[in-house]
Each structure stands twice: as structure tokens, then as C-alpha cells.
């Protein structure tokens, strides 16, 4: 099954130790990953808090919006980052879950984008995608087919953040919401009175909401010591992708909170994983 991971745009979650050489994801899901300052990722096999299950150094300190794909389509997921280089955004991807040089290198949209990736035409490769940010808060969608640089594929509008350039922020996300095998898009809205309000598409084409609720109502926004972000994942092997949120609180360890039907309700799977700042992905 294809899947694509939110790429995390904010810092926060991972764990210290990590074991050395690669392991194989839970076969029934997705599973909680973290990179540390820029280049320090630390896979874990399991939605459970504890010891990394895996580690490996991949990019620089510095670099951001890490992400976890299919890139070639073998069926396994492998990290990806942009580095910006002359104001420029850089993917650098990897087909292995290891430390080398990047497989993929390319330029793909602007500096201010916010970069996803999934499978937008069901073959079962992932590929890139930025979401750009209107001065009215409209987001504009630009998807490529292929694993390289060049015009999009699909160009859509979806979204409005509704406190553009304020907090609290929105966030694109992308996922299989309805595990018909093809990714699609979606947002979540953070309102001032504390909710993330999930709003997803089940195909790549403007339209309304296919699906509208609440997951998590007990934000705090302002605060670089309150943190909550939303995170995209398959949490029980059953095709289709749910809603999480990783909560920051006082700088101590993230709390997961993963859910997964995509509706308003109570986490499924409830751990901690990780450090303040530290960016979190899923990874299968």
C-alpha cells in the first residue's frame, strides 16, 4: 500500500540512543521516527515509547523538512530533505535507510514552500509536492509524478489558512484517506481556542472537504515550550491513514497521540518518543 508521510515543517520528538544497522518496519503500520539537528534520524519499530530500534546520519546540520517516502517504488520507505542552497530548495532523497550520498538531487519549487510528497497516480512511487502559501491564506498545491525537478503534474487549490502569517498555524498534510491506494491532500487548521480542525480531500482536484472534525482540542499556541503538530500515518496496517498529534509540553518529552479513524475521538495509541525540537516523522 501506498503511503505518504506528513513532512514535518516544525521541530519536536525523537529518543537518544539508537542501535546500529537497519531494521525492518512493524508489518501491520506505520511507526514513529525523529531527526535531530538536521541529520540524526532514529527509526523505532513500534508505537510504543523506548530505544530506537535503528539510527543512521543522513544530511547536514541545518537542513530541513525531513520526510520519509517511497521514492522508487520498491515498497520501502527511505528519507528525504530539502537544503536550501542560494535560496534555492534542494531535494536530496535516498533509496536506503542509511548514510550516503543522495540517489535523487533536484530543485523543485520555491523557497517559501512547504514540501510534501506522495503518491498521486497510484503507481506505488512517491513523489514530491509543495503546497504554496497565498497572502489570503489559499493554498495552492503543485505535484509532480516523478522523483526529479520540472512543471507540475496537478496544480489544485485546497485549503485556506485562516489566520494567515498569525498563530496558530496551519499545516498541509498528506495521506490515503480512503486506502483506495492513491494519496491525497488535506489541512489542519489550529484555532485560537486550542482545537486542530482536519479538513481532507479523498482526490487531487479543488473541492470541498470529503471529510471535516476535530481531532485534538486542547491546544496552546504562542508558546515555543507548548508545541502540538500534527503527524499523517497507517497506525494499524488496515490501508487507510489517521490523524495524530505530537504534544510538547515545558520542553519535556513529546507525547504522541495517534488515532486511527478519521474522526473526532480518543488516541489509540498514546507514548513518548523523543526530545524538544526534534522533528518527527513516521516511517513504514
Same mark, same amino acid.
Request: hydrophobic share 35%; aromatic share 10%; with cysteine.
Given at each position: 500500500?501506498?503511503?505518504?508521510?506528513?513532512?514535518?515543517?516544525?521541530?519536536?520528538?525523537?529518543?537518544?540512543?539508537?542501535?546500529?544497522?537497519?531494521?525492518?518496519?512493524?508489518?501491520? #503500520?506505520? !511507526?514513529?521516527?525523529?531527526?535531530?539537528s538536521g541529520?540524526?534520524?532514529?527509526?523505532?519499530?513500534?508505537?510504543? #515509547?523506548?530505544?530506537?530500534?535503528? #539510527?543512521?546520519?543522513?544530511?547536514?546540520?541545518?537542513?530541513?523538512?525531513?520526510?520519509?517516502c517511497?521514492?522508487?517504488?520498491?515498497?520501502?520507505?527511505?528519507?528525504?530533505?530539502?537544503?536550501?542552497?542560494?535560496?534555492?530548495?534542494?531535494?536530496?532523497?535516498?533509496?536506503? %535507510?542509511?548514510?550516503?550520498?543522495?540517489?535523487?538531487?533536484?530543485?523543485?519549487?520555491?523557497?517559501?514552500?512547504?514540501?510534501?510528497?506522495?503518491?498521486?497516480?497510484?503507481?506505488?512511487?512517491?513523489?514530491?509536492?509543495?503546497?504554496?502559501?497565498?497572502?489570503?491564506?489559499?493554498?495552492?498545491?503543485?505535484?509532480? !509524478?516523478?522523483?526529479?525537478?520540472?512543471?507540475?503534474?496537478?496544480?489544485?487549490?485546497?485549503?485556506?489558512?485562516?489566520?494567515?502569517?498569525?498563530?496558530?498555524?496551519?499545516?498541509?498534510?498528506?495521506?490515503?484517506?480512503?486506502?483506495?491506494g492513491?494519496?491525497?491532500?488535506g489541512?489542519?487548521? #489550529?484555532?485560537?481556542?486550542?482545537?486542530?480542525?482536519?479538513?481532507? %480531500?479523498?482526490?487531487?482536484?479543488?473541492?470541498?472537504?470529503? %471529510? !471535516?472534525?476535530?481531532?485534538?482540542?486542547?491546544?496552546?499556541?504562542?508558546?515555543?515550550?507548548?508545541?502540538?503538530?500534527?503527524?499523517?500515518?497507517?497506525?494499524?496496517?488496515?490501508?487507510?491513514?489517521?490523524?495524530?498529534?505530537?504534544?510538547?509540553?515545558?520542553g519535556? !518529552?513529546?507525547?504522541?497521540?495517534?488515532?486511527?479513524?478519521?474522526?473526532?475521538?480518543?488516541?489509540?495509541?498514546?507514548?513518548?518518543?523523543? %526530545?524538544?525540537?526534534?522533528?518527527?516523522?513516521?516511517?513504514?
Amino acid at each position: 500500500m501506498r503511503r505518504q508521510r506528513l513532512l514535518a515543517i516544525a521541530a519536536i520528538a525523537g529518543l537518544a540512543a539508537f542501535g546500529v544497522g537497519p531494521a525492518a518496519a512493524a508489518e501491520d #503500520g506505520d !511507526n514513529p521516527a525523529i531527526v535531530r539537528s538536521g541529520n540524526d534520524w532514529h527509526l523505532r519499530d513500534s508505537l510504543s #515509547g523506548g530505544a530506537a530500534t535503528a #539510527g543512521f546520519t543522513y544530511g547536514r546540520t541545518g537542513d530541513g523538512q525531513h520526510m520519509m517516502c517511497d521514492w522508487n517504488g520498491d515498497g520501502t520507505q527511505t528519507p528525504g530533505l530539502i537544503r536550501m542552497i542560494d535560496d534555492r530548495p534542494h531535494w536530496l532523497l535516498r533509496d536506503a %535507510r542509511s548514510g550516503g550520498p543522495a540517489d535523487y538531487s533536484f530543485v523543485y519549487g520555491r523557497s517559501n514552500d512547504r514540501a510534501v510528497c506522495g503518491d498521486w497516480n497510484g503507481t506505488g512511487q512517491q513523489t514530491p509536492g509543495v503546497v504554496r502559501v497565498q497572502a489570503d491564506g489559499t493554498f495552492v498545491w503543485h505535484l509532480r !509524478n516523478d522523483v526529479s525537478g520540472g512543471a507540475a503534474d496537478l496544480t489544485l487549490e485546497f485549503g485556506q489558512d485562516q489566520y494567515p502569517g498569525e498563530l496558530p498555524p496551519s499545516w498541509p498534510v498528506v495521506g490515503d484517506w480512503n486506502g483506495n491506494g492513491f494519496d491525497s491532500v488535506g489541512i489542519v487548521q #489550529g484555532h485560537p481556542d486550542g482545537q486542530l480542525q482536519w479538513q481532507l %480531500r479523498d482526490a487531487t482536484v479543488a473541492g470541498d472537504p470529503d %471529510r !471535516n472534525f476535530v481531532y485534538y482540542d486542547r491546544g496552546v499556541w504562542g508558546d515555543h515550550l507548548e508545541i502540538h503538530i500534527p503527524i499523517v500515518g497507517d497506525w494499524n496496517g488496515d490501508g487507510q491513514d489517521g490523524p495524530g498529534v505530537i504534544r510538547g509540553v515545558d520542553g519535556a !518529552n513529546p507525547q504522541w497521540l495517534l488515532r486511527d479513524e478519521l474522526s473526532a475521538g480518543s488516541a489509540d495509541h498514546v507514548f513518548r518518543y523523543g %526530545r524538544h525540537l526534534d522533528v518527527p516523522v513516521s516511517w513504514r
